[in-house]
């Protein structure tokens, strides 16, 4: 059995009712606790909210939540595509989150899945 050293988790439901973004980066800061290396990638129009800097509406606020995941060194990345779409840009993003374009996305499902290592879609 590989041992698990890994872990790509997936935003895309951005949505302030759900538990998706806070189970992300819990589930983040757990996998980053136990040593692992965490990418976390948030994609598609709903997804890509959560990179988005002093965000004004909607409770809770995940702007701290997102810099402490970061600061314990989980790369968090977001989809230029999805961004593109609802015109988020570069400088509006939480400082340390940095675009991933979609075929760089293909790419890192390919990776993780040949490798046995952990992928988490939330």
Not at 13 to 21: D, K
Request: glycine letters at 6%.
């Amino acid at each position: 059995m590989t041992k698990v050293e890994k872990v790509l988790l997936l935003l895309k439901n951005m949505v302030y009712e759900s538990t998706s973004p806070q189970e992300t980066l819990k589930f983040a800061k757990y996998y980053r606790s136990k040593g692992l290396k965490v990418l976390v990638i948030l994609w598609g129009p709903m997804g890509v909210l959560l990179a988005k800097r002093d965000k004004s509406r909607g409770s809770p606020k995940y702007d701290n939540s997102v810099q402490e995941c970061i600061d314990m060194g989980v790369e968090i990345r977001c989809c230029q595509l999805a961004s593109d779409m609802i015109g988020l840009k570069k400088e509006e993003l939480i400082p340390g989150i940095e675009f991933i374009c979609s075929k760089d996305v293909t790419e890192l499902f390919l990776e993780y899945t040949e490798e046995n290592q952990l992928v988490i879609n939330f």
